[in-house]
């Protein structure tokens, strides 16, 4: 195996996720029974030479992205929105003229580029140009009014323009290619000598930091620093003047680049060099070892956890099935008789069957109807919405969160009678320190983190305002109220405001309380402040 950006041989393989089918091909009944599944090696190397993270390239392209492929980036409303800022942001750095073109690699159903057709774009005509090599989301496409070359994007494919394009953007492809460097001499013989090409990739740092191993799978075969994409674009004469961060995807980064000897200014040079300085810690093994070991002792607790609720006889589902939940099911060993089906709200889905674990995915309704005595949650980084949104319906079980760190919420009626109710609150959890807090109105506590130690707030009385933020993810907001259990993971930065005069009671594990509590607790100030 060579290393997918610099040839290197040096790779060592640090996370291996056993053999897996490809994530998204969902089966049939049918195909359960008689369709032969394959699977492939789901390991990720580092190279010591560019500490690129890198999958090897196992799965045949046409298996990953063939007939089957049926993700639309136009099925979310958080991406139409932020399509419309990033097109925005792209405009003020490109000055279009009438007949300019624009050409998005890897468009999907034309959802982005629809921000530059005429009248959104300063009344300017300009060409529209989507190359989409899967056969529906292209279909969609031709649909808006996008001319749509179904085609894989290649030097070949820019030379078929014969003329060049003023932008050029690839949003969430550069880590699919399979040629990653025919694809990017492709990308300069197509950009024109004023042009920038915009590419956004999900950011390593935050996998890592997040410890989001669930996004490992066939389809992204790379994984990007700002420095290798430095590394990258500098082999192709290519030269990134301006970076950006957001959360899509867990957190992702968006990289701004023009010819190197081109007429284009340089605009934000301090600060690309600025983040790629911030990013030493990458390029060293010990930063990947220790993300396997944590992954490791992740999936060992889930595991454990869950055969426990098992012998006792527990009916467990999956809530949700993302595409990264083929991963996670699939590495734990999960299969119909440890999780009696997933739910889903995509009619798409339901009444199909999850790769390799043959899970069955029914309609949500089902859930609500049947109230298993546990879900756990596959859309992990949708906690708050999901576990407020099913209560809301009625949802009586408890919540089981794989990741980041493992946690469970629970809400179970254990014991009623005339004498009253006695609820779990925490199950199988090691408690070292408890407190209780008040609240007057308007207060605010926290804005900080802490490196060793997770806590559970469980809301007595009155409404806060909790804002939970993981590195290089969103900030999540989420109010809480009597009998609420909100968890804080490691490295987590938190702050609370109370809506009214309220009353929580504080469990953590690790250092706290005491002369211990300041040893962890790591303060934000200024800006990073979440209030
Ligand atoms: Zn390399």
Same mark, same amino acid.
């Given at each position: 195996m060579k290393c997918q950006l610099c040839g290197s041989e040096r790779l060592t393989a640090f996370l291996d996720l056993g053999k897996q089918p490809i994530c998204n091909s969902l089966l049939t009944q049918n195909d359960v029974k008689t369709k032969f599944e394959e699977t492939y090696p789901l390991v990720l190397h580092v190279c010591k030479d560019c500490w690129l993270v890198q999958l090897e390239?196992?799965?045949p392209e046409q298996a990953v992205f063939?007939?089957? *492929?049926?993700?639309?980036?136009?099925?979310s409303s958080g991406l139409i929105t932020y399509f419309k800022q990033l097109a925005n942001s792209i405009r003020t750095k490109v000055d279009l003229k009438k007949g300019d073109f624009v050409v998005d690699i890897?468009?999907?159903?034309g959802s982005f580029l629809i921000n530059f057709q005429h009248p959104n774009v300063r009344q300017v005509d300009v060409r529209l140009y989507n190359v989409e090599p899967t056969p529906l989301p292209a279909g969609l496409s031709q649909k808006k009014n996008i001319e749509t070359i179904q085609k894989y994007f290649s030097l070949s494919v820019a030379k078929w323009f014969g003329a060049k394009a003023k932008i050029i953007t690839a949003l969430n492809v550069l880590a699919h290619c399979y040629n990653v460097h025919d694809f990017l001499c492709g990308v300069h013989d197509l950009l024109d000598r004023d042009g920038v090409f915009v590419s956004q990739s999900h950011y390593l740092p935050a996998l890592i930091e997040q410890c989001q191993?669930?996004?490992? *799978?066939?389809?992204?075969?790379r994984y990007y620093t700002l420095s290798s994409l430095v590394k990258l674009y500098r082999m192709h004469d290519l030269k990134i003047f301006h970076v950006d961060f957001n959360s899509i995807y867990g957190g992702s980064i968006v990289v701004y680049a023009k010819h190197?000897?081109?007429?284009k200014r340089d605009s934000q040079l301090a600060s690309v060099e600025k983040v790629c300085r911030n990013e030493?810690?990458?390029?060293?093994?010990s930063t990947y070892t220790m993300f396997a070991a944590q992954v490791v002792s992740n999936r060992a607790k889930l595991v454990s956890y869950i055969t426990a609720l098992k012998q006792r006889k527990q009916r467990i589902v999956g809530i949700g099935a993302p595409m990264k939940s083929a991963t996670l099911l699939n590495y734990c060993g999960f299969k119909a008789d440890t999780l009696d089906y997933l739910t889903e709200v995509n009619q798409l889905k339901v009444g199909m069957y999850a790769p390799g674990s043959h899970i069955p995915i029914v309609n949500e309704a089902l859930m609500l109807d049947k109230q298993p005595d546990y879900g756990l949650?596959?859309?992990?980084?949708?906690e708050d919405n999901i576990v407020r949104s099913l209560r809301a319906q009625g949802y009586k079980g408890g919540f089981i969160n794989p990741m980041p760190q493992f946690h469970v919420l629970n809400e179970v009626v254990s014991f009623e009678d005339s004498r009253g109710k006695i609820v779990?609150?925490?199950?199988d959890e090691q408690i070292e320190h408890v407190n209780h807090i008040t609240f007057t109105k308007d207060a605010v506590r926290g804005n900080h983190y802490h490196k060793q130690s997770i806590h559970y707030d469980y809301v007595l009385r009155g409404r806060i305002e909790f804002y939970r933020q993981l590195p290089y993810g969103p900030v999540r907001r989420q109010v809480a109220t009597e009998k609420d259990l909100v968890f804080t993971g490691l490295n987590e930065r938190h702050a609370l405001k109370a809506l009214e005069p309220s009353e929580i009671m504080v469990f953590t594990r690790g250092p706290r309380g005491g002369h211990n509590y300041e040893t962890d607790t790591y303060r934000l100030s200024g800006e990073e402040c979440l209030i």
């Open positions: 390239q196992t799965a063939g007939h089957d *492929y049926n993700y639309l980036s136009g099925s890897g468009g999907n159903d191993y669930d996004t490992v *799978y066939h389809e992204h075969l190197a000897r081109g007429n030493s810690k990458y390029q060293s093994l949650l596959l859309s992990w980084n949708f779990d609150v925490l199950n």
